[in-house]
């Protein structure tokens, strides 16, 4: 399994705005699979969640690497994740979350804390952010060689970039 992605699953569950079955469905997108296990708790539980894993990027926003760890493993502790190797043969072999639960938050969650756990362990504590975009608070994984991402997209960065362009040329213009 590819750990950055599961890590961007977390950052979309985070960054999602769950109001109905159909956001999760909509959050869901190809894992199809869980839909027959969706239900209107999951609503909740998922809220919940987005709020205990937004307080980790925040933590490691701030440069609290040692918090966010913390805050990472409390939550390990409490949804603990069970990986299960997956493939054909040995060219093929990968780690999956072990889908035991029948919950869609609680397999979404194992999903999330794993992406998180990995990138630690492989790029440090400090790889989470919050954009910092004005009326932007999504977070993003910044696995950038020289871990200087600071916007959740493209889009955001172009707004900001363009927004202090123009911030120069009306000081220059004014003086």
């Not at 890590?7 to 109001?19: H, K, P, S």
């Not at 889009?155 to 120069?168: E, F, I, K, M, P």
């Amino acid at each position: 399994m590819d750990f950055v992605r599961y890590a961007e699953r977390a950052v979309a569950l985070t960054n999602a705005e769950i109001a109905s079955l159909d956001d999760v469905e909509t959050l869901l997108g190809t894992r199809r699979f869980l839909l027959p296990r969706l239900c209107e708790k999951d609503i909740l539980r998922i809220a919940k969640v987005q709020r205990d894993l937004r307080a980790v990027f925040a933590a490691s926003d701030r440069g609290d690497e040692l918090a966010a760890v913390e805050l990472l493993n409390e939550l390990l502790s409490k949804h603990p994740v069970s990986p299960r190797i997956a493939g054909r043969d040995s060219d093929s072999w990968h780690l999956h979350v072990a889908d035991r639960s029948s919950s869609v938050a609680a397999h979404l969650t194992a999903e999330a804390l794993l992406g998180l756990a990995m990138i630690v362990v492989d790029f440090g504590a400090s790889r989470f952010g919050v954009c910092q975009a004005d009326r932007c608070s999504n977070v993003f994984v910044d696995t950038s060689p020289n871990r200087s991402r600071r916007y959740c997209s493209d889009r955001c960065s172009t707004r900001a970039n363009v927004a202090a362009y123009r911030a120069r040329l009306k000081s220059s213009e004014s003086v």
